[in-house]
């Protein structure tokens, strides 16, 4: 099976612009989270979105926002950046169908994200 | 916080085992033991989980103790490609996914 994808890889935005980044999940898995990584915080969970819902949801502005279609992929916005929205932001799938620390989730290759 | 603590960084010579330790003495009754590793910032690659029991996939074995307060993670037969930094995380849901500092490994020739 092919992995978790994730466009575009590399992507460069100046302070007050907005960015959308895809995910395309491994086939089969219905459930997609997003999380932020950087060297000071570490990795942060945004939020999860299950059947097209967001089931999920972490402790990040509302500037932050997802959404998940009908075949399981799934975007992600920022609107209005910041200098401090520099990050690698990583998107991970998995089945979904329990909601319990058995369920394994797969990570894509990230986009890496630079606010100028 | 991460619920894991692990030391900063680990050497390994090329072919012999990588034995990886992990502390996470507030673990509770449903929580799993995850292992990542993360190579040059791309994404987080799955190695194996564990709940009670050791476990041995293709890549790795894990051991966790009976109290399961720590765990160990064990390449058999570790190579330069290992070099990376590993996660260990203890989790009930996704929501919980929290990674710590890690451990760097250096796999050297």
């Known amino acids: 099976k092919a992995g978790v994808t994730q466009t575009p890889r590399y992507l460069i935005k100046t302070r007050g612009q907005q960015v959308t980044l895809s995910c395309s999940p491994i086939?089969?898995?219905?459930?997609v989270s997003w999380y932020q990584q950087t060297p000071g915080q570490g990795l942060q969970f945004l939020f999860e979105?299950?059947?097209?819902?967001?089931?999920n949801k972490g402790n990040f502005p509302g500037r932050f926002s997802g959404r998940q279609f009908s075949n399981s992929r799934s975007e992600m916005n920022v609107s209005t950046l910041e200098l401090g929205d520099s990050a690698l932001y990583l998107c991970?799938?998995?089945?979904?169908?329990?909601?319990?620390?058995?369920?394994?989730?797969?990570f894509g290759p990230g986009t890496r994200l630079l606010v100028l | 916080d991460a619920k894991t603590t692990q030391p900063p960084s680990m050497d390994c010579a090329e072919g012999r085992a990588a034995n990886l330790p992990c502390n996470h003495s507030?673990?509770?009754?449903?929580?799993?033991v995850y292992w990542y590793r993360q190579i040059h910032s791309q994404g987080p690659q799955y190695i194996i989980h564990?709940?009670?029991n050791n476990e041995t996939n293709e890549m790795a074995s894990l051991i966790i103790t009976e109290d399961r307060k720590s765990s160990t993670l064990i390449l058999p037969h570790a190579t330069l490609r290992d070099t990376a930094v590993y996660y260990c995380?203890?989790?009930?849901?996704?929501?919980?996914?929290?990674f710590g500092a890690g451990t760097r490994l250096t796999v050297k020739p």
């Open positions: 564990g709940l009670k």
């Open positions: 507030t673990i509770s009754g449903n929580e799993y």
């Open positions: 995380i203890v989790r009930v849901g996704i929501d919980d996914m929290r």
């Open positions: 979105y299950f059947s097209e819902t967001q089931r």
């Open positions: 991970a799938s998995s089945l979904g169908t329990r909601h319990l620390g058995s369920e394994t989730q797969y």
């Open positions: 086939s089969g898995h219905r459930s």
